[in-house]
């Protein structure tokens, strides 16, 4: 569990605030024996370092210790939620039914705030000012989806509300890719069609306004690439060195991306996302 809090000015609400959290992630959530975690934990199974009030006992010292995965990760303000809201304030620990279904609403509603965050940022910018209203009653639905008792969010039909928003999302990024292109004063077919560069390198790229959605982007090597106005939503960034490349503008691009991976001072990112500590 990360002890801090992540805001984000464009979305006050989709806050993550551990303090305000039963651990969710660090109990529902389950990793292996890997390079971002020192052993295996079953998912519904608490980690070792979880305390009683609810905070990590390592949270200073997780990546030294081998817990470099809980240090990229960030739910978009759903254990809060949950915790808060939709249990009001009732812990896992309580009593066995309730972990059950905390633990099992958890994903369901990181995978509706991470819907929500991405219409809140259409509808935030000015770039896609055409797509407010629609960016807008798409919210209001999945607010009201977000909103249920755990039994109606466990029966959410979750492909089919982001079906339901694929379209705007879409428009969103054609949108502002196009944007892009046309301030680079280049041509959009010397953009990458291709999704898959791991660990190619990339230095220097000049790809404003490119469609990276889903592209697998492990261990690239981006250095002081252009970035900018493009659509990251999907994109793999592990371990991808970032360091002096510019972001600004990029699209459905989340901390949790940034946290994965490298950067310096020189990493120039959008309003409403912040270098992690570990880039220092």
């Not at 620990?93 to 259409?122: C, K, N, W």
């Not at 106005?229 to 371990?239: Q, T």
């Amino acid at each position: 569990m990360m002890n801090h809090s992540v805001i984000d000015p464009l979305q006050p609400h989709l806050q993550t605030d551990c303090s305000q959290c039963f651990g969710l992630c660090c109990v529902a959530l389950p990793y292996a024996k890997s390079a971002d975690f020192p052993c295996d934990k079953p998912g519904g199974s608490p980690c070792r370092h979880l305390q009683k009030d609810y905070r990590c006992g390592i949270h200073d010292s997780l990546r030294g210790q081998g817990y470099k995965g809980c240090t990229v990760y960030d739910c978009f303000g759903a254990g809060e939620r949950v915790s808060k809201q939709t249990f009001g304030g009732h812990s896992w620990r309580e009593d066995s039914g309730t972990a059950d279904r905390m633990l099992a609403v958890f994903p369901v509603m990181q995978q509706l705030h991470e819907i929500i965050s991405y219409l809140r940022e259409i509808a935030a910018a000015g770039r896609t000012a055409a797509l407010h209203a629609e960016a807008g009653q798409a919210i209001a639905r999945l607010e009201e989806l977000a909103a249920q008792p755990p039994e109606a969010l466990l029966e959410l039909d979750l492909p089919a509300v982001r079906a339901g928003v694929n379209g705007t999302l879409q428009e969103a990024s054609r949108l502002v890719r196009q944007q892009g292109v046309a301030a680079s004063g280049r041509s959009a077919s010397a953009l990458p069609t291709r999704k898959d560069f791991f660990g190619a390198n990339l230095k220097g790229k000049l790809w404003r306004g490119a469609n990276l959605r889903g592209a697998m982007l492990i261990a690239a090597n981006l250095q002081k690439a252009d970035l900018r106005d493009c659509d990251f939503i999907g994109a793999d960034l592990r371990d991808a060195d970032l360091r002096g490349a510019d972001l600004r503008g990029a699209l459905f691009l989340s901390q949790m991306q940034v946290n994965s991976a490298k950067g310096d001072a020189g990493t120039r990112l959008p309003p409403g996302l912040r270098a992690p500590g570990h880039w220092a």
